[in-house]
């Protein structure tokens, strides 16, 4: 790359000018390749020639940018003149190929002002935002009301709530701070909420293999349940045995992911063990899905799991934000009367129940309780949180998949046990 610093750097930015400009007029081209070129301000010379003038001008007066102002209204007002010919002629009111032809004008003062990196970034993004017109559609159909009242509720937890929260604890008796509350709130709804729009707008089709893959990330127990219930009403038992093991398998490393945002020492602890068990609940539910007898009827086969319930409701939210209290107080008598083998064997016990308040709260603490114990805690209630999946897969589905299921999750327990005890040999 050495023959780039014996170009001018003037005539790089032309070149760069050049080719956006020519980019979205070829896009513009391909666009519009049906309609009559009459009825268009232009496209590929039209818009290059557009972001050429554009250039001249910036450089004609880098410092005050009159030139490139006047060319600038100039430009708006022949776009101005055309978008009301384009109504008189056809009825048709867009303005994506207006507003895209002032955007190229203004490629020039962006290469010349912004890092390479953000100008490629507006580049890519007025290519993808005027070809994805029909997804947009398409998405637009399939939202409701209710969805953009979720996203707003989200933006509100996240950008508004958050940074204004103070971070000193509650009080003496609730060592738990309400920023750290409500942060363990926002992203573990922001985990399922991304879930959620998967499964509703990306794959509301999906089979039911990927239906368990994204109902991992949303709650591993919940898409055990469904699963399991749906089993006994005629899906297929191997293909639900597999799509339980996947959903277990996220749960890993949705977990892990959590412990990287709040506590970088002990994910990085987990992040071998984890990755591991990973792995093997994907291998055991490839086997299972080798074990599939009917294999036209299973490829057509599709789950009737829906897309789920809305992550953000403000009572699922007040009630993890409840447990996440309960816990730490529970956790912090524990830690006092009994010592990191009480919080150990807490664990246990609280893996039978919503695991995630218990783990944030571990991963959040700074005082207290070693990171060897937090590590141990996060893998007993795993391991205690397999087993009641195995409870619930067993009584709620046919006996056709019960042994399946006994036998994977008794290889997953195991695994888990065996990891847990080389943390405390070692």
Same mark, same amino acid.
């Given at each position: ?6 170009? *001018? ?12 400009? %020519? ?29 050429? %003038? ?16 006047? #060319?600038?209204?100039?430009? #708006? ?19 994506? !190929? ?18 390479? =990196?953000? $100008? ?57 701070? *309400?920023?750290?509350? =409500? ?11 991304? !879930? ?7 794959? *509301? ?6 239906? #368990? ?11 055990? $349940?469904?699963?399991?219930? /749906? ?6 038992? *191997? ?26 020492? $002990? ?24 074990? /599939?007898?009917?294999? +036209?009827?299973?490829?057509? /086969? ?13 009572? @699922? ?22 010592? +990191? ?10 893996? $039978? ?17 070693? /990171? ?25 589905? !046919? ?10 999750? @008794? ?10 005890? %080389?943390?405390?040999?070692?």
């Amino acid at each position: 790359m050495e023959i780039l610093t014996y170009i *001018p750097d003037e005539f790089k930015k032309f070149i760069l000018v050049l080719i956006f400009s %020519l980019l979205i007029g070829l896009e513009q081209r391909r666009h519009h390749i049906n309609e009559n070129e009459d009825l268009l301000f232009g496209t590929d010379r039209t818009f290059t020639f557009v972001g050429l %003038l554009a250039y001249v001008l910036f450089i004609a007066d880098p410092v005050n940018y009159i030139p490139f102002l006047i #060319g600038f209204v100039l430009i #708006g007002a022949l776009l101005a003149i055309q978008y009301f010919h384009k109504i008189g002629q056809n009825s048709k009111y867009g303005l994506t !190929s207006t507003i895209l032809a002032l955007l190229t004008y203004c490629i020039p003062i962006m290469v010349f002002t912004q890092p390479v =990196w953000l $100008v490629l970034s507006f580049i890519v993004a007025l290519l993808l935002i005027t070809e994805l017109k029909s997804h947009f559609i398409t998405l637009s159909k399939k939202a409701s009301e209710e969805e953009f009242i979720t996203l707003a509720k989200f933006i509100a937890f996240a950008g508004i709530i958050l940074p204004l929260l103070p971070e000193a604890n509650i009080s003496e008796q609730i060592p738990i701070s *309400p920023y750290h509350l =409500w942060l363990a709130i926002v992203v573990v709804s922001g985990i399922s909420y991304a !879930s959620y729009l998967l499964k509703k707008f990306v794959f *509301p089709d999906s089979g039911i293999f990927l239906t #368990g893959l994204l109902g991992g990330i949303y709650s591993s127990t919940a898409t055990t $349940v469904i699963l399991a219930r /749906q089993e006994k009403q005629g899906l297929s038992g *191997p293909q639900t045995v597999a799509a339980i093991m996947i959903a277990n398998g996220m749960m890993y490393l949705r977990i892990l992911f959590l412990a990287f945002i709040f506590n970088r020492d $002990v994910a990085t602890r987990l992040a071998i063990p984890f990755l591991a068990m990973f792995v093997l609940t994907y291998i055991l539910s490839k086997i299972s899905l080798h074990k /599939q007898t009917d294999i +036209s009827d299973s490829e057509n /086969q599709e789950s009737k799991m829906g897309s789920g319930k809305n992550p953000l409701e403000l009572r @699922t939210a007040a009630i993890f934000g409840v447990l996440f209290v309960v816990f730490a107080l529970i956790t912090d008598f524990v830690l006092k009367s009994y010592g +990191s083998a009480g919080v150990t064997g807490l664990a246990f016990v609280v893996g $039978v129940t919503d695991i995630d308040p218990f783990l944030l709260n571990l991963l959040q603490q700074k005082d207290g309780i070693g /990171q060897t114990t937090i590590v141990l805690a996060i893998l007993n209630a795993t391991n205690s949180n397999n087993l009641l999946k195995m409870i619930y897969g067993i009584s709620l589905s !046919s006996k056709n998949i019960r042994r399946n299921l006994i036998v994977n999750f @008794t290889i997953l327990i195991l695994a888990g046990l065996f990891i847990s005890l %080389l943390f405390y040999l070692l």
